[in-house]
């Protein structure tokens, strides 16, 4: 059943569960369920056996442990724990003043999050946790739902990874393009100039980023998006709580009322600070004698480089505060209740984390990319390419994985054809791996993006999913436009205007109130 059309019924059926019953774990479980079935011809004993295997897998491996796993989820616990120290040191109550009197408005509460999302830009783990942790006591302020917050943070996280050089993402995509045209000396360029020219085709993650801003500005909200806006505007319900508790939310703890700005920003900075010296250090020894930038981010170790900026992140938020001398119980408290607001996301990790393997057992990635006819009229390969990888992506729950499938394909096909859409289907590939990526219910950066939001993972997931098809549909037409003309300038100037058009359509379209919710009438 490998690598072949039945490979796509668990994935399939995983997403199916999910937008008709909600239920995200049982959905997950179901689909893992079936494709260990899938692989062990049936045999239910030796299906279990496999699961267990993946699950163990995650952790324990090739006669060592596995890092990157532990090493995210090390993040994850220290990363609740520092959020409930700040809380606890009055940090995000002093930043939630500071955003009443500095940020005057609803949209501008929205473009905090939308700048700090872009400024975070060498990893879309840290970028999604992070900006939403930071931007949370602003835009609730103003009413913003939990929904809207969710989307902007993760149509800015990987849009804008997979346009900067200088990131792990663009680190990874480099190396794979690096190993393509080491082998081909009919290209004229590097890989890094490979990468840099093919930004401008990004269609995707261009417009997904603009699309936050527009959306943030003219007050844009599709499907159930309308509906959490109205709640939230009308009655300063964020998020639907008849649904449980958030996960990833901390328990009510107390605050203290002499909090200051530092409370927050010093523990925060040093997590990122940290991070990014940790990744440059990591990237810096695995490099060799060969050592620059570049070859740092190509290096680096992620996982490992969130978990010491966590560290370093929450022994600096215990310092803080053993400075208020805070009480030793709420320090206890502090942590397990850190500890507590990460359970709930991490085990809908693991569970994304075990279908991405069954997936990848399965072929499911590697069958559809097989489906591609190099044959077909080389001026519709990059519209076809971006449809391709968007599925595989979507089916798969995973970017980087339809990055490593389906650039060497695509590098192929222009060999194969006319190696002048090399950079055109390089670009398609990219785009449509984070579209797919973007309306998956099964990736972790839809999960990590919902937590760092604190808002319900199918919220997020059916909420974000007409904007990214509709940014899709914009990126199809530019990618049409590409192939029948090969100008990258006019390519990109009839998507503008396109987006342009649908904004403007969208504006007039829209019925929620423009109306700005007055002091007294913020979210407290």
């Not at 980023?209 to 509906?227: F, R, S």
């Not at 990744?279 to 290096?299: I, P, Y």
């Not at 029948?484 to 998507?495: D, G, R």
């Not at 829209?510 to 407290?524: F, I």
Request: charged share 10%.
């Amino acid at each position: 059943m490998e690598n072949s059309f039945l490979s796509l019924l668990p994935p399939l059926l995983t997403i199916s569960m999910i937008i008709i019953t909600k239920r995200l774990l049982l959905s997950l479980g179901t689909g893992i369920l079936v494709g260990a079935l899938m692989l062990n011809q049936w045999n239910p004993i030796a299906s279990v056996k496999q699961i267990f295997n993946i699950a163990i897998g995650l952790f324990y491996a090739d006669g060592g442990i596995n890092t990157w796993y532990v090493y995210i989820l090390l993040f994850l616990f220290l990363l609740g724990m520092i959020t409930a120290a700040i809380s606890i040191a009055g940090g995000t109550r002093a930043f939630g003043e500071w955003g009443q009197k500095r940020i005057k408005s609803k949209f501008g509460a929205q473009l905090f999050a939308i700048i700090l999302g872009i400024m975070i830009f060498f990893d879309d783990y840290f970028n999604s946790l992070v900006t939403g942790k930071v931007s949370k006591p602003i835009t609730d302020r103003y009413r913003v739902s939990r929904s809207k917050l969710a989307y902007l943070i993760d149509s800015t996280a990987a849009p804008i990874c997979v346009i900067m050089p200088i990131s792990s993402w663009g680190a990874y995509i480099i190396s794979l393009i690096g190993g393509i045209t080491s082998e081909n000396d009919v290209f004229q360029f590097s890989a890094l100039e490979a990468f840099s020219l093919s930004i401008p085709m990004n269609f995707y993650a261009i417009f997904a980023i603009l699309m936050t801003i527009a959306a943030a500005y003219y007050n844009i909200n599709l499907g159930q998006m309308k509906h959490d806006e109205q709640r939230a505007m009308q009655d300063g319900i964020l998020v639907d709580l008849s649904k449980g508790q958030v996960p990833g939310e901390e328990e009510s703890l107390p605050e203290r009322e002499d909090g200051k700005l530092r409370d927050l920003f010093i523990p925060i900075l040093t997590l990122i600070v940290t991070t990014i010296a940790a990744m440059l250090w990591t990237g810096a020894s695995a490099s060799g004698e060969q050592v620059t930038l570049l070859t740092m981010f190509e290096n680096t170790d992620v996982a490992a480089s969130l978990f010491y900026g966590g560290l370093a992140g929450w022994l600096v938020s215990m310092l803080i505060l053993l400075s208020k001398r805070v009480q030793f119980n709420l320090i206890g408290k502090s942590i397990i209740a850190g500890l507590k607001s990460m359970l709930s996301p991490i085990i809908i990790l693991l569970f994304a984390w075990s279908t991405v393997e069954i997936i990848g057992a399965l072929g499911t990635g590697t069958y559809l990319a097989q489906l591609i006819d190099s044959h077909l009229s080389v001026v519709w390969l990059p519209a076809i390419m971006f449809l391709a990888a968007a599925f595989i992506a979507f089916s798969t729950g995973t970017s980087w994985g339809t990055f490593g499938i389906m650039i060497p394909i695509g590098a192929e096909i222009a060999l194969q054809t006319d190696p002048t859409y090399f950079l055109p289907l390089i670009a398609a590939v990219l785009a449509g791996s984070v579209q797919g990526d973007h309306s998956s219910p099964i990736s972790d950066t839809t999960v990590l993006s919902s937590t760092g939001a604190g808002v319900h993972h199918i919220d997020h997931v059916m909420t974000q999913l007409p904007y990214s098809l509709l940014v899709g549909f914009i990126s199809l037409i530019g990618f049409i436009m590409l192939g029948l003309t090969q100008q990258v300038i006019l390519s990109f100037i009839v998507t503008l205007a396109l987006f342009i058009l649908i904004v403007v359509l969208l504006r007039e379209k829209s019925t929620l109130s423009h109306h700005q919710p007055q002091e007294n009438e913020l979210t407290k």
